[in-house]
């Protein structure tokens, strides 16, 4: 239902930035609204799941979910949009965690990456139907049904939960509400800040001011979660060289391909024109490739360890990215759907490669603290990724001589694969043996 909801959004972006008279190079806030608070609320998520079970609460998240996608669909302006959309993120902020914390509950270590590798499958086909299905509802309906065919799934969603989710409840103490102002304050200021930067909507001293403000949050954060016996996130996870080199490392990363998602239906319909129904067909082969390779990933992984695929990947991932930047409206569609499936198998190895490599080493002790910190990690990048994106793509439409050339997107995607392409320098940190635990692999 995630999958399917971004996906099909991205499509209908234009759509909708129509329907409410903005700019849709302007639109990024309903998307950043939305990430940004799973990365605000999802340190909540393995608290309430510890205290609860992980059955109640993942059925509540889906209602959650649900609930904020028929307020989308009431939506009558952008600021009414992006308040539904944060409802919709307090429940994807426990979905995802809470469905991974039981697998790292019930299955042992030398069995989880096939297993998360498996279940990441059926999850895909959101992305797989999304755009497809995104184009033909805006052209065949109206863009509200994009979020009212979340209704059906949740349903069915919250029925699976209670018949088939175990019910783990662990021993949980008081929730840290002082660490969790701290921290999540810093979050949302940062990307606020980064938001106001990419579409030019506040002064330049406001953004300093509240960039200052967020780093002055954090260091106050672990100042005081370091004297706290059970903090909100324990700074003691750093300690772990393979989740700070993956969380450091999925950063970096997403900067660069964060914001693909968002930019490649608007490249095909706001630069080359394309109807949202074909746009969202010729995305269908990527999501396709993205899902179809799952399979190959823990083999790869199994043979070169998690150090040279990672590293050997995300440069591939770098120059496939800069690729994009030499298409135009006239590129012959055999090219573009060849780097979209290309983009797909490869992307998929990374996104695999990245999350698991950050639970590698955790243990029953930390495996709560440690999901919810690499959770976080993974969205305040998506957010940071879509953020910068959208500042490049502002920029480079206000420079006459860029406007004027095929399209504002060029100098976007080079900037972005050689932001991808440094993200090298973080996963180089690893050892060859990093990872072996999950992988398997002999050394």
Same mark, same amino acid.
């Given at each position: 239902?995630?999958?399917?909801?971004?996906?099909?959004?991205?499509?209908?972006?234009?759509?909708?930035?129509?329907?409410?008279?903005? &700019?849709?190079?302007?639109?990024?806030?309903?998307?950043? !609204?939305?990430?940004?608070?799973?990365?605000?609320?999802?340190?909540?998520?393995?608290?309430?799941? @510890?205290?609860? =079970?992980?059955?109640?609460?993942?059925?509540?998240?889906? !209602?959650?979910?649900?609930?904020?996608?028929?307020?989308?669909?009431?939506?009558?302006?952008?600021?009414?949009?992006?308040?539904?959309?944060?409802?919709?993120?307090?429940?994807?902020?426990?979905?995802?965690?809470?469905?991974?914390?039981? %697998?790292?509950?019930?299955?042992?270590? @030398?069995?989880?990456?096939?297993?998360?590798?498996?279940?990441?499958?059926?999850?895909?086909?959101?992305?797989?139907?999304?755009?497809?299905?995104?184009?033909?509802?805006?052209?065949?309906?109206?863009?509200?049904?994009?979020?009212?065919?979340?209704?059906?799934? /949740?349903?069915? $969603?919250?029925?699976? #939960?209670? +018949?088939?989710?175990?019910?783990? +409840?662990?021993?949980? =103490?008081?929730?840290?509400?002082?660490?969790?102002?701290?921290?999540?304050?810093?979050?949302?200021?940062?990307?606020? /800040?980064?938001?106001?930067?990419?579409?030019?909507?506040?002064?330049?001293?406001?953004?300093?001011?509240?960039?200052? %403000?967020?780093?002055?949050?954090?260091?106050?954060?672990?100042?005081?979660?370091?004297?706290?016996?059970?903090?909100?996130? &324990?700074?003691?996870?750093?300690?772990?060289?393979?989740?700070?080199? $993956?969380?450091?490392?999925?950063?970096?990363?997403?900067?660069?391909?964060?914001?693909?998602?968002?930019?490649?239906?608007?490249?095909?319909?706001?630069?080359?024109?394309?109807? &949202?129904?074909? !746009?969202?067909?010729?995305?269908?082969?990527?999501?396709?490739?993205? %899902?179809?390779?799952?399979?190959?990933?823990?083999?790869?992984?199994?043979?070169?360890?998690? +150090?040279?695929?990672?590293?050997?990947?995300?440069?591939?991932?770098?120059?496939?990215?800069?690729?994009?930047?030499?298409?135009?409206?006239?590129? &012959?569609?055999?090219?573009?759907?060849?780097?979209?499936?290309?983009?797909?198998?490869?992307?998929?190895?990374? *996104?695999?490669?990245?999350?698991?490599?950050?639970?590698?080493?955790? @243990? #029953?002790?930390?495996?709560?603290?440690?999901?919810?910190?690499? #959770?976080?990690?993974?969205?305040?990048?998506?957010?940071?990724?879509?953020?910068?994106?959208?500042?490049?793509?502002?920029?480079?439409?206000?420079?006459?001589?860029?406007?004027?050339?095929?399209?504002?997107?060029?100098?976007?995607?080079?900037?972005?694969?050689?932001?991808?392409?440094?993200?090298?320098?973080? *996963?180089?940190?690893?050892?060859? $043996?990093? $990872?072996? +635990?999950?992988?398997?692999?002999?050394?």
């Amino acid at each position: 239902m995630q999958a399917l909801d971004g996906t099909i959004l991205n499509t209908a972006i234009p759509s909708i930035a129509k329907d409410l008279g903005h &700019p849709p190079l302007a639109m990024q806030s309903i998307i950043v !609204a939305y990430t940004i608070t799973l990365a605000i609320f999802i340190p909540l998520s393995g608290w309430l799941s @510890d205290r609860f =079970g992980t059955k109640i609460i993942f059925s509540i998240a889906i !209602a959650l979910f649900a609930l904020g996608s028929v307020f989308c669909a009431a939506s009558q302006n952008l600021s009414q949009l992006i308040l539904s959309r944060i409802l919709q993120g307090m429940g994807g902020s426990i979905m995802v965690p809470v469905a991974r914390l039981t %697998v790292l509950y019930v299955y042992p270590k @030398d069995q989880l990456l096939k297993v998360l590798n498996f279940i990441a499958i059926p999850g895909l086909a959101g992305a797989v139907v999304g755009p497809s299905l995104g184009g033909w509802l805006v052209e065949l309906a109206t863009w509200h049904w994009i979020f009212l065919i979340n209704i059906p799934i /949740a349903a069915v $969603g919250i029925w699976m #939960a209670i +018949k088939f989710l175990p019910q783990i +409840k662990r021993p949980e =103490g008081k929730f840290d509400l002082i660490g969790f102002l701290l921290f999540s304050g810093s979050l949302s200021l940062q990307t606020y /800040a980064l938001e106001l930067t990419a579409t030019a909507a506040g002064k330049a001293s406001s953004i300093l001011i509240l960039f200052f %403000v967020a780093i002055l949050l954090i260091v106050l954060y672990v100042y005081y979660a370091r004297r706290k016996s059970d903090p909100l996130i &324990p700074p003691s996870l750093f300690k772990i060289r393979t989740l700070r080199v $993956g969380i450091i490392g999925s950063l970096a990363t997403r900067l660069g391909i964060g914001g693909f998602p968002l930019l490649l239906p608007l490249m095909l319909q706001v630069g080359f024109e394309y109807e &949202p129904s074909i !746009a969202g067909m010729m995305l269908l082969p990527m999501a396709l490739a993205n %899902v179809l390779s799952k399979p190959m990933v823990v083999p790869i992984i199994k043979k070169y360890g998690y +150090k040279t695929t990672l590293i050997v990947n995300t440069l591939l991932l770098a120059i496939l990215l800069s690729l994009f930047a030499f298409l135009s409206a006239g590129t &012959p569609l055999l090219i573009i759907l060849g780097l979209m499936v290309m983009y797909g198998i490869i992307s998929s190895v990374q *996104f695999t490669t990245m999350n698991t490599i950050s639970i590698a080493d955790l @243990d #029953a002790s930390n495996s709560s603290d440690g999901n919810s910190l690499v #959770a976080v990690a993974q969205q305040l990048s998506i957010s940071f990724g879509i953020s910068i994106a959208g500042l490049l793509v502002h920029n480079f439409s206000k420079l006459e001589h860029v406007v004027k050339s095929d399209n504002i997107f060029t100098y976007t995607f080079i900037i972005l694969g050689l932001l991808t392409g440094l993200s090298t320098l973080v *996963f180089n940190r690893l050892q060859p $043996g990093d $990872g072996s +635990k999950l992988s398997g692999k002999k050394l």
